[in-house]
């Protein structure tokens, strides 16, 4: 007699915490040191100084009432300034602060945007691999999930198949760079690509296909690789970003919904994106989160640490003969699984004490996810596990 | 093409937020200390010193990851327990941890609880008066709202109408104890008649009738006014609290629902709460302020500050000859307007610049709400222009 749905939601553990679980009670049988954990994605480096001190700062000097009160629903009106001072930069022309609404998270970013888009009968696109809780939030929103698979080990969409998911119900698609689970970032080569056919399907059902950048892992890039700023080149795109990676803070839910000045009707968009999130329940942002935000929105995490175990990660493991996706973002390593299945792989690599994640829950099958946001001392006790794992398959 | 509802909630702004913005641009036109602004609910009493001492304290010695990471779902474990101790004490015997699930605040509190129970074609009954986003909250749920009048002037429901408006399809009723706008406490006696008409209900159609209990004011009581544990009364009961007035902290967004364990199949009602707070993106409750209410759950709001203006402005008008519902809580006081409308009678408020809103978006004409967390001097400033109104009605 309850709302049988959200029973189910909350009876499946994802494939993710189901691992995670195991490992824990491994952890407690043989010694957390002798438990290779790659299966969670919480970030391992902590925030940047900044922001403790401005948070120690702030409950020193600021009045209590303004502290801690509510803020406007679209958010303090200092925090909106610095997260479009920061998308200005990324443009290169001027973002107004009211083109921000601040939210409590990514995910937040997300129902409230896929809520404010979507009437009944509409469809979602998703590019596989693709973070699964999408779905949920999508199906959740009244959508219908429409995936479209990637061109090999790209992990860039197969554009014939991308345009031909594309039709008369498309209200959105989401895109993820760097990607959750294989760290590839969309080049501008294929988001152009992507554009011209919105463009075309948007003219043609003569309303916008929106393009919604799921965008948390952003800024954490390695070498020369940059994420490109989606409205530059398609214009009906809405960012959510949060900054979750960014500032070290993913419990803390501070994130924030950009619908850019040059989409259409974006008044009436940002109208709807008010009016999702005070229907969902969301009041207003974590109102000492925005004033961090606002102070700490230009800092930027310790990428080094992560490029360093990303190196000696995907180093080790391309020389042992596993064959991976090369990742310029995030921090996940998508590797194909040699010879069977993904989840055969996970088990085998149990048997070393390694627990890796089966792709199937990303929207793709034959390959493992690996979250290196852990200690350099993990990847290597790991790595005589994955030179056993070598031997068992073959490799080289 | 975008979701003309949620466009249609985005560009409404609410009758509150209209008083609030006038009274701004007034208070620009003859000073801030000019205007008495009664109209909205924003606690005024600083947070409890351990509130501060407790963030700059876990900053400074608790690591980064721990304090700024993802929670379980749920919430911490240790504000859980804190939760479930406070609820102990109001029970009288031991509620467990497991029984919490913290949120967002009592907005996320209600939208999550809704979503969890609500299939299509459910009703909600709530009593007027009754905040106005509870019809938002139930109608994005999928559910049809259904109003109670109260019985004159004890804002109690009228029993007889409140047993017609329980029918076949109503899944949930929703009660406001201490009550915004009208400060008014549901007796125990209300709140037992309440429970055998929906024991009786939902024997008839064969599935509970759940009691949501929306508590966010049940520690800012007066004198020996006590709000009794809902669950101790009617077993289908759901608490959904709020930290916002009792620790002053509205804009952090930090609250919990409670799943007694008296309630029929409370489990799997629990894993409808989890699934529907994952389908809305609550990931978790903000994790620092999570922290903070583990140490300070049991802290008490400065009640004497609001009791003290309750006080006045409640002795103040009913000497005056005005027809105040007696508030034994909560910070608003519900006048009856005299002879004409709320509307007209607001208006003419506003000649002496006071500001009231009028209960119509309560769901019941003919009174005004006055917020009266303000500054004592507001209160007084006011006394003047309610003697002038006063005698413009020809009260006494």
Redesign the interface.
């Known amino acids: 007699?309850?709302?049988?749905?959200?029973?189910?939601?909350?009876?499946s553990r994802s494939a993710i915490r189901e691992i995670f679980e195991y490992g824990r009670k491994r952890a407690g049988e043989i010694g957390a040191e002798n438990v290779f954990d790659f299966s969670l994605g919480?970030?391992?480096v902590?925030?940047p100084e900044k922001?403790?001190e401005t948070?120690?700062e702030l409950?020193?000097t600021l009045?209590?009432?303004a502290l801690?009160?509510?803020?406007s629903a679209p958010g303090d009106m200092a925090a909106r300034a610095a997260a479009a001072a920061q998308e200005s930069l990324r443009a290169g022309y001027d973002i107004p602060a009211g083109c921000i609404y601040m939210t409590?998270?990514a995910?937040?970013?997300?129902?409230?945007t896929l809520?404010?888009?979507?009437?009944p009968g509409d469809e979602v696109v998703v590019l596989a691999p693709f973070f699964p809780?999408y779905r949920?939030?999508a199906e959740?929103a009244g959508a219908k999930l429409v995936t479209v698979p990637p061109e090999g080990k790209s992990m860039q969409p197969d554009m014939e198949k991308f345009a031909a998911a594309i039709g008369e119900n498309t209200?959105a698609v989401i895109v993820n760079s760097p990607n959750n689970p294989s760290g590839a970032i969309l080049s501008a080569d294929t988001l152009r690509a992507m554009a011209a056919v919105l463009e075309e399907k948007s003219a043609q059902k003569g309303?916008?296909v929106y393009l919604i950048a799921d965008e948390p892992y952003r800024e954490l890039v390695y070498g020369d690789a940059r994420v490109p700023f989606l409205p530059g080149i398609y214009k009906n795109s809405i960012v959510c970003y949060s900054y979750s990676k960014s500032l070290?803070?993913?419990?803390?839910?501070?994130g924030y919904i950009m619908v850019p000045p040059c989409a259409e009707?974006a008044g009436?968009?940002?109208?709807?994106?008010?009016?999702?999130g005070?229907?969902?329940?969301?009041?207003?942002?974590?109102?000492?989160?925005?004033k961090v935000a606002a102070h700490c929105a230009g800092e930027r995490p310790d990428v080094d640490a992560y490029r360093k175990n990303r190196d000696i990660i995907y180093g080790a493991l391309t020389e042992m003969g596993f064959d991976c996706v090369s990742p310029d973002g995030a921090f996940y390593l998508f590797v194909k699984s040699p010879g069977e299945s993904a989840a055969a792989f996970c088990e085998k690599a149990k048997e070393f004490e390694i627990l890796l994640v089966p792709s199937d829950s990303f929207g793709v099958g034959g390959y493992v996810r690996l979250s290196y946001c852990v200690a350099e001392q993990t990847i290597r006790g790991a790595l005589p596990g994955f030179e056993k794992l070598a031997a068992h398959y073959g490799l080289k």
């Open positions: 007699m309850i709302n049988e749905k959200m029973l189910a939601l909350g009876e919480n970030p391992s902590p925030a922001v403790n948070i120690a409950v020193k009045d209590s009432v801690h009160g509510y803020t409590c998270g995910a937040a970013s997300l129902t409230i809520n404010a888009l979507i009437n809780e949920v939030f959740t209200k309303s916008p070290s803070l993913p419990g803390e839910r501070i009707n009436k968009l940002f109208a709807a994106v008010c009016g999702a005070r229907a969902l329940g969301y009041v207003c942002a974590p109102s000492l989160m925005q």
